[in-house]
């Protein structure tokens, strides 16, 4: 390929359908605007609806949305949530794992009542989506599986060690997939959000010593905002990524560095 041949094409999401689970709040709905704005159509399974509020944002930008609601972990909703998407658009060209939950306890506390919730939803149901939707992407021999993990990732965690064990365990799938998909020209990629200004940060951002803490922890010194997360979001579920494969991207301000 010639140089000359890039262009900004590369980053175009027309015609593509994506899913995005739990993409009508908080960061998943960034996910969703972010591939609406690219041009793709969305499907967004999530425990409830938000009045159509997301529906709006994305139609809005001349894209179709599908809500459904569905519980990821409970049996056959992965596959329902695929084939609903590729009855309702044609295909599914792009999966993004973005539902996730974080119970809290510190470590004598946290039984397995937490652990099993987290387990399922931020671990197994991100591989039962993913199985399905590998019947479609490998014989169309192309797709985009967007997973997101976490600082926790990398790191250790304070009062949640089952968010900390999941979210390691999706850089590891990460990377599994990655190895058995890139030869059908699937792409298996994660997003590594940092500290983000979200409604389940807000009581760490209202406490000023708490604040102070992660500030100084962040070389950019802010918090990120949710729109900081789209530009990553449409690299990865682009053609412009294509060669891009197993990777585990932070967007941390620099968090990991500190």
């Not at 510190?106 to 039962?128: G, H, I, K, Q, Y």
């Amino acid at each position: 390929m010639e140089i000359t041949e890039f262009n900004r094409d590369f980053f175009s999401l027309d015609g593509r359908n994506a899913i995005v689970t739990g993409g009508n709040t908080g960061l998943g709905q960034a996910f969703s605007l972010a591939l609406a704005k690219a041009g793709a159509n969305v499907f967004v399974p999530s425990v409830a609806d938000d009045d159509g509020m997301t529906r709006k944002l994305i139609e809005a930008e001349g894209r179709r949305m599908e809500f459904l609601e569905a519980d990821l972990t409970r049996p056959g909703v992965p596959r329902r949530i695929i084939e609903g998407c590729v009855d309702a658009f044609g295909s599914v060209d792009i999966l993004v794992n973005s539902a996730g939950i974080c119970n809290i306890a510190d470590v004598e506390s946290f039984d397995r009542a937490r652990w099993d919730p987290m387990v399922s939803v931020n671990l197994t149901a991100p591989f039962e989506l993913s199985h399905e939707a590998i019947r479609f992407m490998v014989p169309q021999r192309s797709g985009k599986i967007i997973n997101i993990a976490s600082m926790f990732s990398f790191l250790g965690g304070q009062w949640s060690p089952a968010y900390a064990a999941t979210k390691h365990g999706i850089a590891g799938f990460t990377k599994a997939y990655c190895d058995e998909l890139a030869q059908h020209n699937i792409q298996v990629n994660a997003i590594a959000p940092g500290y983000f200004a979200t409604r389940i940060t807000e009581e760490t951002r209202s406490d000023p010593e708490a604040n102070r803490r992660v500030l100084e922890h962040i070389p950019a010194g802010r918090w990120g905002d949710v729109a900081d997360l789209m530009g990553a979001t449409v690299f990865l579920a682009s053609r412009a990524s294509d060669y891009v494969n197993g990777h585990v991207l932070p967007v941390d301000g620099g968090y990991l560095v500190r």
